[in-house]
């Protein structure tokens, strides 16, 4: 992990979420009298890496403090198949109107984290990184930023406050790449100033006007090794555009320092799970 601080607005996207859900009242739940007691189990229907225990916690606090979650796995963690990940004790009403919610957070991070580790897989022992991008869900920057992560990723800017990134409009607007990245680095210094370069002649401009980042925008095979040895360590690379997972060893063998995909987090599949209920009057 790094030193983002992924869980600021967690308790404001869960409230978000539990709204529009729930509105004024959970009409099927409150069918069920208060004094009905119930403990839920949570099982993994796949091989999975768990993430979003913190958003499910959060949802079970907002609508029922006294609801006790206990894990069985740890966050992060790689589970199996019908795996008992988590237990709930508490009112069968408030469990009932919590689950969607909690489970739909749970699914997501634990498939966003997933479908970053098997990206991550085949770049292990190179010196590329894996990157995200901002191609999230609404409402979900940070949570699945923190996904990314916890399947062992690494996030790229977190929006367009922390870090400059100047693509192709950006600069026909500023006049050039040269001219961008120096209004960039006077307006803002000591931000990361990362430009997209779509050939190797704007990979040049990039690094004689002092990019810290050259995004390497759908080049070929053989454009990336020309870019390598025209930069020479002296700006990082990025690869990106249409990156496929079956490519990744291959990109990787360029010597690039990062890939970045939106892939990650916005084609992801959510992890199977289900509650099972056992219940007795209290």
Not at 115 to 129: D, I, M, N, R, W
Not at 191 to 215: P, R, S, W
Not at 221 to 234: F, G, P, T, Y
Request: negative net charge; glycine residues 8%.
């Amino acid at each position: 992990m790094n030193d983002i601080n992924y869980f600021e607005d967690i308790e404001s996207t869960v409230a978000s979420a539990l709204n529009e859900d729930i509105k004024e009242g959970d009409l099927t739940a409150g069918l069920i009298p208060e004094t009905v007691q119930a403990t839920a189990n949570i099982f993994c229907r796949e091989d999975a890496i768990i993430c979003g225990r913190p958003w499910f916690d959060e949802v079970f606090r907002q609508i029922d403090e006294d609801a006790k979650v206990e894990w069985l796995c740890e966050e992060g963690e790689s589970v199996k198949s019908d795996q008992l990940i988590c237990t709930i004790t508490g009112s069968a009403r408030n469990i009932l109107t919590a689950e969607r919610t909690a489970l739909n957070f749970l699914q997501t991070l634990s498939g966003t984290a997933s479908t970053t580790s098997e990206y991550v897989k085949p770049l292990a022992g190179t010196k590329t990184k894996l990157l995200d991008t901002r191609k999230t869900l609404p409402g979900l920057r940070l949570a699945q930023k923190y996904a990314v992560a916890c399947g062992g990723g690494q996030n790229h800017r977190i929006g367009l406050y922390d870090a400059i990134l100047l693509k192709e409009n950006h600069i026909m607007a500023a006049g050039g790449i040269a001219e961008a990245i120096g209004i960039a680095k006077f307006q803002h210094p000591g931000k990361t100033v990362e430009v997209e370069t779509e050939n190797l002649a704007e990979v040049q401009e990039a690094l004689e006007g002092g990019a810290d980042i050259i995004m390497l925008d759908n080049f070929t095979l053989e454009m990336m090794d020309q870019a390598v040895s025209l930069v020479n360590n002296k700006a990082k690379l990025e690869v990106s555009g249409n990156v496929e997972i079956e490519h990744l060893e291959t990109l990787a063998k360029t010597q690039v320092d990062f890939i970045s995909t939106g892939a990650i987090t916005k084609h992801l599949r959510s992890i199977d799970l289900s509650m099972r209920f056992k219940m007795k009057k209290a």
